[in-house]
């Protein structure tokens, strides 16, 4: 369990922003003999082998086809991406300080990216003078910056409200104290060479290292727990499994499901559909065949669960509330928010009876609206029956959340069954 549970610490700090998770994915998919592919070039495939295709550097989708001619697909879906605050176009503010203008991805927890030591992570696209165009990635971790926030002195509603946060006037990082209107550039030719800095991707990661809590190691704190908990259980699933006799094993690692999916990377996108098509077409299966291929498919959408918080026991319903360290979550939601129906958790609650895994049930409180993940648009637009599952988390959203270790390895268990599933015809 040690052993795991330091690669998924391994993971989180190789990952601070999407584009550095899917160069993990990649990594570590690479290391296990699976190939990569691109969208832009034609692909040959060979049976029983694993492959990956990246788009745009940030969302990945990686598969194995079966030893015979396949049949259906076992599909696992989480996305890469988390709620921060990201770096304007043009960032530097140029006042008495070294400043930068922020605006928000997502719907982070905002008061926990205050008086933190934070880095800027991300990908720079630049002119070298090898290449006109290279996308670079970046973690400046060694140029902390803080967002500082206000002593109660100088607002006495604070103790009583909490700070009223500007979106746009208050969440300014502090780079340095010294006035240099071309602060972001100079940080970033610390860390990457290039003759010009054409446009950039960069968030506000937090410098603290994930770690655990408890006498028993039984908590862990980090950033990114939603999603990177689920994406790392689908690779540790896939990485550990063999091909199937006549079913493909596939994860998709969807980017911007925190902005609503609908994005060339993001779960409403043409990806895992083209994905399907693509390999279908080399598979030799076409017309109706097709379209068996894709009802026979069954996806577990996997995404962090808001785990029960004893001190707001009054936020979550008495009975289909999650605790932290009692199972992997199987998530409901009667508006379909979540995709999961009797007829898709079904096989999921058999496989965890059959194999004596423990299995939660989420429901929200009913006058709280429930959240969402990639599993309703994947159902959707791929028209794939699927089950919503994830771990319980506290403080979803923040830049620190919490988790059980014990349901992180619940998960891991839980892929690693679903895997060598085969759904029926
Ligand atoms: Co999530």
Redesign the pocket.
Known sequence: MNETLNKFFHFLDASPTSWHAAKEIGRQLTECGFAPLSETESWQLEKGTGYFVVRDGSAVAAFRLPKKKAKRALLLAS?LDSPALKLKPIADVGGEVSQFFTEIYGSPLLHTWLDRDLALAGRALVKTKEKPLESLLVYLKEHPLIIPSLAPHLDRSIGEKGLQINKQDHLRPIASLAKNPLMLEEMLRRHISFEELLAHDLFLVPLEKAAFLGPEKEMIASYRL??LTSAFAMLFALTNSKPLDDALQICVFFDH??VGSESFLGAASSFLNQLLDRIALHEGISGDELFCFKNRTWCISA??AHGYHPNFSDRFDPKNAPCLGKGVVLKTNAQQRYATSATSAAPLIQICKDRKLPLQTFASKSDIPSGS?VGAIVSAVCGIPTVDIGIASLAMHSIRETISSEDLIGLLTLLKEVIHYAPKS
Do not use: K, L, M, V
């Open positions: 996305h939603d999603n499901e925190e995404d962090a993940t």
